[in-house]
């Protein structure tokens, strides 16, 4: 497996469930991040992780999550969402957090909350 | 605070004509920038970057971008446009601290026969 992959790609879930999503990254990068992506919405950082160790929660409510074992895996743990929540979530990583550093995207996981 | 503005939300144009689509930018420092393409159902894939030096910068696909920093400005061209280029586009500038990455809201490409 080459890039940043995700899984699952496609998941629905009642709003009393709970689940999480997996990204995996095989670039030898130090950091990861989660975004949200809406319909007709720019791209919302929720996350930023380097070294394993979160740097940026971007105001995001508590029934997401995050969770980084090592700086390879990123893991968002779902619980109670609400319809709204319905989105690609993307996950990406870069080789460190300078500016410069270009952030590599795995495919997303579509999420709808029924 | 910065941001980054697409104008167009939507473009089509015919297969083998030219294409540019537009980004602007506000950001005190001298930005690093991007363009970023999105198939449907699909993750985000580079497709240019400008950090400094020449301000032309050449990408993947036949793509390239030229940074004006008068005009606060990163928009994207392409000689001839393929079918296989629909897609949405995404403009976003770099901080130097801390990974974020601020996008625009993207532009929608199609591509008539």
């Known amino acids: 497996e080459t890039g940043v992959t995700q899984t699952p790609r496609h998941l629905v879930m009642g709003m009393t469930n709970k689940k999480s999503l997996k990204c995996e990254q095989h670039?030898?990068?130090?950091?990861m991040y989660w975004y949200k992506q809406s319909a007709k919405k720019p791209l919302e950082l929720m996350f930023v992780?380097?070294?394993?160790?979160?740097?940026e929660n971007n105001s995001v409510p508590s029934r997401f999550s995050p969770e980084c074992p090592n700086s390879s895996h990123l893991f968002l743990h779902l619980h109670t969402l609400q319809p709204e929540d319905s989105a690609l979530y993307l996950c990406?990583?870069?080789?460190?957090?300078?500016?410069?550093?270009?952030?590599?995207f795995g495919p997303g996981t579509r999420l709808l909350v029924l | 605070a910065q941001s980054v503005t697409q104008p167009d939300i939507h473009i089509t144009v015919s297969e083998g004509a030219s294409l540019e689509l537009r980004c602007n930018y506000s950001?005190?420092?001298?930005?690093?920038l991007f363009w970023y393409v999105q198939s449907p159902g699909q993750g985000l894939q580079l497709l240019l970057k400008?950090?400094?030096?020449?301000?032309l910068v050449q990408g993947i696909k036949g793509f390239e971008a030229e940074f004006k920093r008068s005009q606060s400005s990163f928009n994207l061209r392409k000689p001839s446009v393929h079918w296989s280029d629909a897609a949405e586009y995404f403009c976003?500038?770099?901080?130097?601290?801390?990974?974020?990455?601020?996008f625009g809201q993207g532009t929608e490409l199609s591509v008539k026969p």
């Open positions: 950001y005190g420092a001298t930005p690093y």
């Open positions: 990406a990583s870069s080789p460190g957090l300078a500016g410069r550093g270009t952030q590599y």
């Open positions: 976003a500038v770099g901080y130097n601290q801390g990974g974020k990455l601020i």
């Open positions: 992780y380097s070294l394993e160790e979160r740097v």
């Open positions: 400008y950090f400094s030096g020449d301000t």
């Open positions: 670039l030898g990068h130090n950091a």
